[in-house]
């Protein structure tokens, strides 16, 4: 059974930080692209940072220079820092872990982060 386990979502003021993680199971983790995505309200859900299993990075250009993708394959785990936080960054992040030749795809239930201005 896949499992895709986010945390360390919360409320933060503007221009603070907040380290999300997702924890992957069930899955060969290293072969994996991860990614995280948002939703906020009313929007449509979009990329915010993505890391292929060869450690290709690809950001959103509203978070480049501010978010961090990483992940640590050994923990199973992928990381996103986010630093510097606006209003405009609120929202629900989801953890997603792909592998597109093998159709596989797979998506955590997500953690909200509210940043208050």
């Known amino acids: 059974q896949v499992q895709l386990v986010e945390s360390g979502g919360g409320l933060v003021q503007a221009g603070g930080s907040l380290s999300l993680s997702c924890g992957a199971s069930g899955i060969m983790f290293r072969f994996f692209d991860m990614g995280w995505y948002r939703q906020a309200p009313g929007k449509q859900r979009e990329l915010v940072a993505r890391?292929?299993?060869?450690?290709?990075?690809n950001y959103a250009d509203s978070v480049k220079g501010r978010f961090t993708i990483s992940r640590d394959n050994a923990k199973k785990t992928a990381y996103l820092q986010m630093n510097s936080l606006k209003p405009e960054d609120t929202a629900v992040y989801y953890c997603?872990?792909?592998?597109?030749?093998?159709?596989?795809?797979?998506w955590g239930q997500g953690t909200q982060v509210t940043v208050s201005s």
């Open positions: 890391i292929t299993g060869g450690s290709r990075i």
């Open positions: 997603r872990a792909e592998r597109p030749a093998y159709g596989a795809d797979y």
